[in-house]
């Protein structure tokens, strides 16, 4: 059973910065392409950037300029570094393959940007 521990949310104001974590419970980990996924509420859970094996990176047009995703295979850690946040950046970040079969969701990180 995998799993995945997200970390390094909060709460930050219009124009700051966050550095998330997410850690996988497999050694497995570098053989995959990984992603993080956002959820505000209300809505759907979207992928906002990922990052393949080889370390490609892709990332959604709202988030572009401003997040990166990184990642330590020895760790069996994503990382992604968001500045620049803005309100509507606010939700739940998770972490998980960039596979149509996913591993079980963990609990996420919130992120709220507010004044």
């Known amino acids: 059973q995998v799993q995945l521990v997200e970390s390094g949310g909060g709460l930050v104001q219009p124009g700051g910065s966050l550095k998330l974590s997410c850690a996988a419970s497999?050694?497995?980990?570098?053989?995959?392409?990984m992603g993080w996924y956002r959820q505000a509420p209300g809505k759907q859970r979207e992928l906002v950037a990922k990052?393949?094996?080889?370390?490609?990176?892709n990332y959604a047009d709202s988030v572009k300029g401003r997040f990166t995703i990184s990642r330590d295979n020895a760790k069996n850690t994503v990382y992604l570094q968001m500045n620049s946040l803005k309100p509507e950046d606010t939700a739940v970040y998770y972490c998980?393959?960039?596979?149509?079969?996913?591993?079980?969701w963990g609990q996420g990180t919130q992120v709220t940007v507010s004044s």
């Open positions: 497999v050694s497995i980990f570098s053989m995959y392409a």
């Open positions: 998980n393959k960039d596979r149509a079969i996913k591993w079980n």
């Open positions: 990052i393949t094996e080889g370390g490609s990176t």
